[in-house]
């Protein structure tokens, strides 16, 4: 009998809010980098299951699928104060090699390292922890974290052969024990084979060796590691379906924006002037880095299929580089068909980098010192680590040559370039074979994104420019793999990515065009769009005494009703009152965890916000009992909605008033606000064709897909060519995108009898409005200009508009908000006798929202 899969029984309880996505405490305050989301569903899922889940296994074996560069290491770092705080001190981290052992180390023990995952100083229920690595457990302090490390191999070994001072049987017999396996897909692959005697033997006294350990104790623990799991695998899913707790596989890893984007370089090419072509791209992205104010160092890897051959390119490449001439370099610049390439030579001939200052360039930064090789067995402790800090600014190694070592455990962020120094193929019947996709697995690893931003409110872990594929910094966001060229190869190569999931099997680089009668048109060459801007806040008069912010207690709420009624106009007889009752509660006396609840989806309080503003509170729940134990909500509504609150109007209420809080706050403690006044940006400058990149993925099944072709449904379908005011030749917006411009189309006669110069534009990320109580920026997906002809004034509306998934409504309500707050507060600073009207219309969406829109139109027109 099939056993329903874990993970999928808790994504029903993630989707029905029984499982809430709030980190732990205990591990946002001890771990060193905030949470990305995946993180924080992790720690939620894996506190749920070990806490409140009534199906729970003892002794408890669990499973985290997660994809490579995903961080699963911080994960591990988080279970264990999680599980310390459970009564748990005694923890195996056990992996198939020596390399992820040294770097999982520096993870956990080095507060020194840029690695390191625990806060500066561990802290749990108000006692400062100390992490020991330990050889055994037999007289170790309970209140330390005591972890042993060890190869599987190695822990057989010591088990079964027991020397003086090392881990023995006897260590579990009266101890919970806590074990951590990484690279669990090892044995995952012994699962999956029909062994020989031999191999099962020892396939089963490995096992044999974790199974004593993890049954020798009811309450022992086994946390799992993989980011490769073939569930499709009947061995693998009989093995795990009941312990797989997260499966946050590689291809959604790619889709959410954490990995770069992956590019197929193909030359036929000797492999040494491949490996001429990767460098002199790699300097390119050092040097755009360089312009936009970031020092990142961009690596190559040079790839060999044995160390012999490894050794040889090396010193190859050394002599290369000491004798570079004009005659390679020209050659590498008269590549044809290598878009990047042509690129970076344009931005050198740009920036008045010579041929030779390239080269002088190359010598230096490619010299024999920054090259280093990582193929021997004997290679010390200190080279990998100086493997694994390669980000790090004391760290100037360019180049790494190598054959296998690094196909695991290898965490490198700023590897941008892999040259491929051979020409083989092992495919068999058309299907990639294992040095293909150990090739391919090679490239997920180095995909990770290489962290930064350009202005505050980017996202410093994702990728930022998929909508504007010709931003100077797009090159900083792709890895480039540099092969021959090899059609069949790269077909291969191109199958196993798609199957490990770090390239999208639909994909599309599009081409946003304006029309060119709008380019030709007065209000393009002469019109303006007006904008706000980011700036900082005033600085507030010095406190020799700080005093924290005065929370306001007394907040209001409004349960909607629903009630509807239809009436002709200005039939007052017809208007029937609803009985509106009014009830005040205190949601400190709720249930705290709907509390904690709103205030994860609130950045405002996250803990290390919290603590800036409030220096006095020690914890989350001490700011709860401090802050909040006063606040009072007057709740009106219908009697029956009011009388006893469901859950969900309790959480719509607390993100209510917390949000008024975190505003009000901001306002004047915050380090930037919105201006209110709105300067003109010229139309031309701010609006112009765009190249952009979509994966196309059933999420959204429109999205990256033309209005213009057959076989869209009829929903979404309008001639763009012959509708003026809309002004880009396409639409490749999602389905709601489409069904706002198809309900303007049907609102356009009405419209047209009261406004003239109509446009429509798509902001495909060319302007953003900054909050005015935070600076807080957003992107409205359009902007409307209209100009009243009706009037005998030249009145020009501009309105922001967004349309908005029903699930994106609640998260996003502060910007509907802000949108409102637009035609009140924003002061347009006007040259001439103009009038500019600056509206925030309510969100489109065609089920939930379009009345509400339609009428703020009608508004507008019936002025």
Same mark, same amino acid.
């Given at each position: 009998m099939a056993v329903e899969r874990l993970d999928k029984e808790f994504d029903v309880l993630v989707e029905n809010e029984i499982i809430e996505l709030v980190i732990p405490d205990v591990i946002k305050q001890n771990i060193r980098y905030e949470a990305r989301p995946y993180q924080v569903e992790a720690f939620a899922r894996l506190s749920f299951y070990l806490n409140k889940y009534k199906n729970r296994r003892k002794p408890t074996q669990l499973l985290f699928h997660m994809a490579t560069g995903s961080g699963k290491t911080l994960i591990m770092a988080g279970a264990i104060v999680e599980l310390y705080k459970m009564g748990y001190r005694n923890f195996i981290f056990f992996v198939n090699t020596d390399t992820i052992i040294r770097k999982t180390k520096e993870n956990f023990l080095n507060p020194a390292s840029l690695k390191y995952l625990f806060a500066e100083q561990i802290n749990i229920n108000n006692q400062v922890i100390n992490i020991r690595e330990v050889d055994n457990f037999e007289s170790v302090n309970d209140d330390d974290i005591n972890i042993h490390f060890t190869t599987i191999q190695g822990l057989h070994s010591r088990l079964n052969t027991p020397r003086e001072n090392s881990v023995t049987f006897d260590d579990f017999a009266d101890k919970k024990i806590v074990l951590i396996s990484d690279e669990a897909h090892h044995v995952n692959a012994l699962t999956k084979q029909k062994l020989t005697g031999e191999e099962l033997e020892v396939e089963r006294s490995w096992e044999n060796t974790v199974s004593r350990i993890f049954n020798a104790n009811i309450e022992n623990i086994m946390l799992e590691f993989t980011a490769t799991l073939e569930l499709s695998h009947p061995a693998v899913a009989s093995k795990y379906n009941s312990k797989l707790l997260c499966d946050y596989a590689l291809a959604k890893f790619r889709e959410d924006g954490y990995s770069k984007e992956v590019k197929t370089m193909q030359a036929d090419l000797d492999p040494i002037d491949r490996a001429l072509e990767a460098i002199i791209l790699s300097q390119y992205k050092k040097k755009a880095f360089s312009i936009n104010g970031l020092l990142l160092k961009p690596v190559v890897m040079m790839k060999s299929k044995t160390t012999s051959e490894s050794a040889e390119m090396e010193k190859a490449f050394t002599e290369k580089i000491r004798n570079l001439s004009d005659k390679d370099i020209l050659k590498i610049k008269s590549l044809k068909g290598n878009e990047a390439l042509k690129k970076a030579f344009q931005f050198f001939d740009h920036s008045g980098i010579t041929v030779s200052n390239l080269i002088d360039e190359l010598k230096d930064d490619f010299s024999e010192d920054k090259v280093i090789s990582v193929n021997s067995k004997n290679d010390s402790d200190e080279k990998q680590i100086v493997i694994n800090t390669l980000e790090a600014k004391t760290n100037e190694y360019r180049v790494v040559f190598a054959v296998d070592k690094l196909n695991e455990g290898w965490d490198v962020l700023n590897l941008f370039?892999?040259?491929?120094?051979?020409?083989?193929?092992?495919?068999?019947?058309?299907?990639?074979?294992?040095?293909?996709?150990?090739?391919?697995?090679?490239?997920?690893?180095?995909?990770?994104?290489?962290?930064?931003?350009?202005?505050?409110?980017?996202?410093?872990?994702?990728?930022?420019?998929?909508?504007?594929?010709?931003?100077?910094?797009?090159?900083?966001?792709?890895?480039?793999?540099?092969?021959?060229?090899?059609?069949?190869?790269?077909?291969?190569?191109?199958?196993?990515?798609?199957?490990?999931?770090?390239?999208?099997?639909?994909?599309?680089?599009?081409?946003?065009?304006?029309?060119?009668?709008?380019?030709?048109?007065?209000?393009?060459?002469?019109?303006?769009?007006?904008?706000?801007?980011?700036?900082?806040?005033?600085?507030?008069?010095?406190?020799?005494?700080?005093?924290?912010?005065?929370?306001?207690?007394?907040?209001?709420?409004?349960v909607r009703t629903l009630a509807t009624a239809e009436s002709a106009i200005f039939d007052m007889?017809?208007?029937?009152?609803?009985?509106?009752?009014?009830?005040?509660?205190?949601?400190?006396?709720?249930?705290?965890?709907?509390?904690?609840? =709103?205030?994860?989806?609130? $950045?405002?309080?996250?803990?290390?916000?919290?603590?800036? @503003? +409030?220096?006095?509170? *020690? /914890?989350? %729940?001490?700011?709860?009992?401090?802050?909040?134990?006063?606040?009072?909500?007057?709740?009106?509504?219908?009697?029956?909605?009011?009388?006893?609150?469901?859950?969900?109007?309790?959480?719509?209420?607390?993100?209510?008033?917390?949000?008024?809080?975190?505003?009000?706050?901001?306002?004047?403690?915050?380090?930037?606000?919105?201006?209110?006044?709105?300067?003109?940006?010229?139309?031309?400058?701010?609006?112009?064709?765009?190249?952009?990149?979509?994966?196309?993925?059933?999420?959204? =099944?429109?999205?990256?897909? $033309?209005?213009?072709?057959?076989?869209?449904?009829?929903? @979404? +379908?309008?001639?763009? *060519? /012959?509708? %003026?005011?809309?002004?880009?030749?396409?639409?490749?917006?999602?389905?709601?995108?489409?069904?706002?411009?198809?309900?303007?189309?049907?609102?356009?006669?009405?419209?047209?009898?009261?406004?003239?110069?109509?446009?429509?534009?798509?902001?495909?990320?060319?302007?953003?409005?900054?909050?005015?109580?935070?600076?807080?920026?957003?992107?409205?997906?359009?902007?409307?200009?209209?100009?009243?002809?009706?009037?005998?004034?030249?009145?020009?509306?501009?309105?922001?508009?967004?349309?908005?998934?029903?699930?994106?409504?609640?998260?996003?309500?502060?910007?509907?908000?802000?949108?409102?707050?637009?035609?009140?507060?924003?002061?347009?600073?006007?040259?001439?006798?103009?009038?500019?009207?600056?509206?925030?219309?309510?969100?489109?969406?065609?089920?939930?929202?379009?009345?509400?829109?339609?009428?703020?139109?009608?508004?507008?027109?019936?002025?």
């Open positions: 370039d892999i040259v491929r120094l051979y020409e083989t193929r092992d495919s068999k019947g058309g299907k990639p074979g294992a040095t293909t996709v150990q090739e391919a697995q090679l490239i997920g690893r180095g995909a990770r994104y290489c962290p930064f931003s350009l202005s505050p409110e980017q996202d410093i872990d994702k990728r930022k420019f998929d909508k504007d594929l010709e931003n100077e910094m797009r090159i900083c966001e792709e890895l480039h793999y540099h092969c021959s060229h090899n059609p069949r190869y790269i077909q291969e190569l191109t199958t196993a990515l798609q199957e490990i999931g770090i390239v999208p099997k639909d994909k599309k680089e599009i081409f946003l065009e304006l029309k060119e009668d709008f380019k030709e048109s007065k209000f393009y060459k002469n019109g303006f769009i007006f904008l706000n801007a980011k700036v900082e806040n005033e600085p507030t008069k010095l406190l020799f005494d700080y005093q924290e912010p005065r929370i306001r207690n007394l907040h209001e709420f409004k007889q017809m208007i029937t009152q609803v009985d509106i009752q009014r009830k005040t509660y205190k949601p400190i006396l709720w249930d705290k965890t709907i509390l904690k609840k =709103a205030m994860n989806k609130i $950045p405002f309080y996250h803990f290390n916000s919290i603590k800036r @503003y +409030f220096p006095s509170v *020690k /914890s989350t %729940d001490d700011f709860i009992e401090k802050k909040l134990s006063d606040t009072e909500v007057v709740v009106s509504g219908l009697e029956k909605d009011i009388k006893d609150l469901v859950p969900k109007h309790k959480l719509a209420i607390c993100l209510s008033f917390l949000n008024s809080i975190a505003e009000e706050i901001h306002q004047t403690f915050g380090d930037y606000k919105g201006t209110k006044a709105f300067k003109r940006e010229p139309i031309h400058k701010v609006f112009r064709d765009k190249k952009m990149y979509f994966a196309i993925n059933d999420n959204d =099944a429109e999205t990256g897909k $033309p209005t213009m072709r057959s076989d869209i449904p009829e929903k @979404y +379908f309008i001639d763009l *060519k /012959s509708r %003026d005011w809309h002004v880009y030749k396409e639409n490749y917006g999602s389905s709601e995108e489409k069904l706002l411009v198809r309900f303007l189309d049907g609102q356009m006669e009405e419209l047209e009898n009261k406004f003239t110069d109509i446009y429509l534009i798509r902001n495909e990320r060319f302007f953003k409005l900054y909050r005015f109580s935070d600076g807080k920026a957003t992107e409205p997906d359009y902007v409307l200009f209209m100009k009243d002809k009706s009037s005998g004034e030249d009145i020009v509306y501009q309105l922001f508009i967004e349309p908005k998934g029903s699930h994106l409504i609640p998260v996003d309500s502060w910007k509907e908000q802000f949108f409102a707050d637009l035609e009140t507060e924003a002061v347009v600073e006007l040259i001439h006798n103009e009038n500019i009207q600056i509206i925030g219309m309510p969100f489109y969406n065609k089920t939930e929202r379009e009345m509400k829109f339609k009428n703020k139109l009608k508004e507008l027109i019936n002025k």
